[in-house]
């Protein structure tokens, strides 16, 4: 169990276009996802937490007009790097928050994460 | 606010040896703790976590971890490596306070054969 997935792996894209991200668990609900960053040989930057049906919080210096991110329901959450340039480029992670069967605490299962470039 | 100290950064081991890798949190309240590795190209997978009871925790692949209160401290360990061990190594740390994962920044493991 406490499988997340993320789509798509890999994306390359022009600068100026939109990029849509997709992040679901699979196996339990999620209370709350995380979508982090992660830079080479560097640990996660968390950008924002969301909770299905509110709006996201975003960690100080995060651009919630350029990264939004939409909780549509327990199992799926979706990130949009609108306007990408090159600097966005980058590996985006989204993590989920939640109680697999049979357990008491909930846990946080990470996807595979999407690697960006932006061009 | 809360943090999680990693000391080691980056670890070289001959297969069979015993590792131990540290992690330390600071913070005063009640709190989870977790471990998660990265191996090359893949995604971070727990390793084990603690939430309360038995302060030594097993995990998969024959990993441990021992949460010390008085401490402050969580670290990681193995009887004997093997070179699939070969990964990025995080400490995680959760409170009720951030409702979020604070990480360490990581301690990359190298096992030589």
């Known amino acids: 169990g406490a499988v997340v997935s993320q789509h798509p792996s890999r994306v390359i894209c022009k600068s100026g276009t939109s990029v849509k991200i997709e992040c679901r668990s699979l196996?339990?609900?999620?209370?709350?996802m995380f979508w982090y960053r992660q830079f080479p040989k560097q640990s996660l930057m968390l950008m924002a937490t969301?909770?299905?049906?509110?709006?996201?919080?975003?960690e100080q210096g995060v651009e919630k007009d350029k990264f939004l991110i939409n909780h549509a329901s327990l199992t799926l959450s979706t990130l949009t790097v609108t306007s990408a340039h090159p600097e966005d480029s980058s590996f985006y992670i989204c993590?989920?928050?939640?109680?697999?069967?049979?357990?008491?605490?909930?846990?946080?299962?990470f996807g595979p994460g999407t690697r960006l470039l932006v061009l | 606010a809360q943090s999680v100290s990693q000391h080691n950064h980056h670890v070289i081991l001959s297969e069979a040896a015993s590792l131990e890798l540290g992690c330390n949190y600071s913070?005063?309240?009640?709190?989870?703790l977790f471990w998660y590795v990265q191996y090359p190209g893949q995604h971070l997978q727990l390793l084990l976590k603690?939430?309360?009871?038995?302060?030594l925790v097993k995990g998969i692949k024959g990993f441990e971890a021992e949460f010390i209160k008085s401490k402050f401290s969580f670290n990681l360990r193995k009887p004997s490596v093997q070179w699939s061990d070969t990964a990025e190594y995080f400490c995680a740390l959760y409170t009720g306070t951030a409702s979020k994962l604070t990480f360490g920044t990581g301690t990359r493991l190298q096992v030589t054969l």
């Open positions: 993590s989920a928050r939640g109680s697999v069967s049979g357990e008491v605490y909930e846990t946080q299962y």
């Open positions: 196996d339990f609900q999620a209370t709350t």
């Open positions: 603690y939430f309360s009871g038995d302060p």
């Open positions: 913070y005063g309240g009640t709190v989870n």
């Open positions: 969301s909770n299905e049906g509110s709006k996201a919080t975003y």
